[in-house]
Nanobody, 118 residues
Framework: QVQLVESGGGLVQTGGSLRLSCTAS????????MNWFRRQAPGKRRELVA????????NYADSVKGRFTISRDNAKNTVYLQMNSLNPEDTAVYSC???????????WGQGTRVTVSS
């Protein structure tokens, strides 16, 4: 069992930056594919924002490419999402998910809210 805890959300102005963290319990963190999702409004479809494989290969949604960076520190069991040039459309609850393979989302965090004011 893996437990994920996100942190780092908050209120930021347009053009600002935030760094989200997701820390995992357990000793197998390095083997998981780690993902960041966001849901911009209740009832709206959840969007896969960024993914990082166990070997460090990254992928991004077109909506955040060039502005967001996903990284991981296996020694700290933590995955990060550096978010720059934020705009109001980035306002959402951001959640991390761990998967045993690409496209699998076996464990989820509770989410952290990001609000970007105009």
């Amino acid at each position: 069992q893996v437990q994920l805890v996100e942190s780092g959300g908050g209120l930021v102005q347009t053009g600002g930056s935030l760094r989200l963290s997701c820390t995992a319990s357990g000793r197998t963190f390095s083997t998981y594919v780690m993902n960041w999702f966001r849901r911009q409004a209740p009832g709206k479809r959840r969007e896969l924002v960024a993914t990082i494989s166990s070997s460090g290969i990254t992928n991004y949604a077109d909506s955040v490419k060039g502005r967001f960076t996903i990284s991981r520190d296996n020694a700290k069991n933590t995955v990060y999402l550096q978010m720059n040039s934020l705009n109001p459309e980035d306002t959402a609850v951001y959640s991390c998910a761990a998967g045993r393979d690409s496209g699998m989302y076996n464990y989820w965090g509770q989410g952290t809210r990001v609000t970007v004011s105009s």
